[in-house]
């Protein structure tokens, strides 16, 4: 049997994508990933993430992630939650992998809810492909299905990976990119203050993006 699990990486930064990664292969293989010692991505370093993501490559049928930029994270806000955002990309990632069933990190406070919202959006996105699929929707699916610890670490690594292209492509060090992060907080200030505008790799929409903006005016 074909499993599939997906999770996402960089759902709460004000800066950067968020990145959804989606892994497909044989239940037969779940020991071989548990066996390379897969887990959460956010309690393995930085480099252990690099080098599991190219052994997960190995051993997976496919890897696939979904790159979302701040941009388009904005735009589609314009029209929905990021719940909803949630469901149409996990619906996209499971598109590009065809499990029969899939085990996600549930984007939502209510689990089976969003287990049941992927499967419906996924029938009427490619109804074709859904007649067979089982959705697992869990919290902290990647702390429990080893399948979803190695989309989580696919995700995280590369998110991970684009945030310092756009550290290197900008000259600037904006910090993790998180709101609760000072020097990601200080960045946003410095550049409104210097361009009088915040870059394209910034989520607008975010109240931390929001803030530096009234801060500014205010101070004006």
């Keep these: 049997m074909k499993i599939a699990g997906i999770d996402e990486a960089g759902k709460g930064p004000v800066i950067g994508p968020m990145c959804v990664g989606g892994v497909l ?6 020991s071989t990933l548990k066996n390379l010692g897969v887990a959460d991505s956010k309690k393995i370093s930085p480099k252990k993430r690099t080098h599991l993501a190219s052994q997960i490559e190995k051993y997976s049928e496919k890897v696939f992630v979904l790159e979302i930029s701040a941009g388009q994270v904005d735009e589609l806000r314009k029209l929905m939650s990021m719940n909803d955002i949630m469901v149409v990309a ?7 992998l065809h499990p029969e069933t899939a085990y996600v990190d549930a984007a939502d406070v209510n689990e089976e809810r969003f287990g049941m919202r992927l499967l419906d959006e996924y029938r009427k996105t490619y109804p074709k492909q859904a007649d067979e699929l089982t959705i697992v929707s869990k919290h902290r699916a990647d702390a429990t299905y080893p399948v979803v610890s190695a989309a989580s670490i696919v995700a995280k690594v590369k998110r991970d990976q684009l945030i310092e292209e756009l550290k290197v492509e900008h000259g600037v060090d904006f910090g993790s990119g998180y709101p609760s992060d000072p020097k990601t907080k200080q960045f946003l200030a410095d550049w409104y203050r210097e361009h009088g505008d915040l870059p394209d790799f910034v989520r607008h929409s975010w109240k931390t ?3 530096v903006v009234k801060n500014y005016e205010a101070e004006d």
């Design 209 to 211: 993006a929001e803030n």
């Design 25 to 30: 292969l044989d239940n037969t293989r779940n």
């Design 90 to 96: 996990f619906s996209k990632v499971l598109a590009e």
